[in-house]
């Protein structure tokens, strides 16, 4: 079974979420972030689930679609995912500093 690691930018982006949410409902907050962080354990048992990120074309760089957020991930090799983002889908990648070049 492939082991899920969050990054520190991942759970960076999780807490932004929750921040901006909490403003109008502590607890939807709660509950969208539940919902996103349970939503890569999928991955346990089908790392390719998700699609590969169409803006970099990577076989390894891939994605879940959640609601409104990309949950983005990086098959390590058959042992590892690193979730490297969550990215709300109205924002673009380009703006993202995860993906600057």
């Not at 969208?32 to 990577?58: D, M, Q």
Request: hydrophobic share 40%; aromatic share 10%.
């Amino acid at each position: 079974m492939v082991k899920i690691k969050w990054t520190n930018f991942a759970l960076q982006d999780l807490n932004e979420i929750a921040e901006f949410i909490s403003k109008d409902s502590v607890r939807y907050a709660q509950m969208t972030v539940k919902y996103l962080f349970e939503a890569p354990s999928i991955l346990k048992s089908h790392p390719k689930a998700g699609r590969i990120v169409p803006e970099f074309n990577e076989e390894k760089l891939r994605e879940l679609i959640r609601g409104s957020y990309r949950i983005v991930y990086r098959i390590v090799d058959k042992d590892r995912i690193d979730i490297l983002t969550v990215h709300h889908s109205s924002r673009l990648f380009k703006n993202s500093p995860l993906f600057k070049k």
